[in-house]
């Protein structure tokens, strides 16, 4: 079971170091965010590193301002990097590290961060990561005065990044994040026939370029349905949306940011 903590770049390293300790007494694995803004501690890495406190059961989500040298640190210790890149590019907080990761034989998994400030389906954030690496990929071409030939990284890369790297950031590789013997039945279906994916010819490459939540027919969680012909299977949903609206407005009627 995850659980997140502030981390060194939002905590004092007393606060971060007993999170830390404390997670890995009660064998959870903790997620921290890093490297999206003023750093409260600029040594995290190094006294994480220090006290033994990295490993694959920390999670460090943007890393945006870490060096090489700390990604490096950080991936040779086993801990997973989460990028969420629409935020991370809208707030400033510099280029995904995506880049950086695959030089390191290493790769990104990939969240949102904050659904109030950026579309929260997945379709759109592996797309975003995707072509955010693209990006850097062939500006790097364009200042080595190099023509831009091929495309990389590759759809399936990035739809790796999506599914198999979550899971296995959060430790449940076993479990879930792809579709094999032994592991939990979660899966989505996706309708090849609709008029923005039809035809389909190399199923990844849709699935990653142009598909988006309105394709999605089927969706089964631990076997269990959940939606099915384009709707959700829930009885209670037009309660939780009233729910949901009357919680909207008493949250915009409270803001005082203006």
């Given at each position: 079971m995850p659980t997140c903590i502030l981390g060194p770049d939002y905590a004092t390293w007393d606060v971060t170091r007993a999170d830390l300790e404390l997670a890995r007494e009660f064998d959870l694995s903790a997620s921290q965010h890093m490297g999206g803004g003023q750093r409260i501690d600029p040594d995290g890495v190094g006294l994480m590193d220090t006290h033994g406190l990295l490993g694959p059961k920390l999670n460090i989500v943007h890393a945006?301002?870490?060096?090489?040298?700390?990604?490096?640190?950080?991936?040779?210790r086993g801990a997973g990097i989460t990028i969420a890149p629409e935020v991370e590019v809208q707030m400033g907080f510099g280029t995904p590290v995506t880049n950086h990761l695959l030089e390191l034989a290493s790769a990104p998994s990939l969240g949102v961060d904050i659904e109030s400030d950026v579309g929260g389906d997945m379709f759109s954030v592996l797309r975003f990561a995707l072509q955010t690496a693209r990006g850097y990929e062939n500006q790097c071409r364009i200042d080595a005065g190099r023509k831009v030939e091929t495309i990389s990284p590759a759809a399936i890369d990035a739809?790796?990044?999506?599914?198999?790297?979550?899971?296995?950031?959060?430790?449940?590789?076993?479990?879930?994040?792809s579709l094999s013997q032994g592991k939990q039945a979660d899966i989505v279906l996706i309708r090849k026939t609709d008029l923005n994916l039809f035809p389909v010819h190399d199923p990844v490459q849709s699935l990653v370029i142009q598909a988006?939540?309105?394709n999605v027919d089927t969706v089964l969680i631990a076997g269990s349905l959940v939606k099915r012909h384009g709707r959700l299977v829930y009885p209670l949903l037009e309660r939780k949306m009233a729910e949901l609206e009357v919680s909207g407005r008493r949250l915009v009627a409270n803001d005082s940011s203006g």
């Open positions: 945006n301002t870490l060096s090489l040298d700390e990604l490096k640190c950080i991936v040779d739809l790796e990044w999506a599914t198999l790297r979550g899971a296995t950031h959060l430790g449940l590789e076993k479990k879930i994040g988006n939540p309105a």
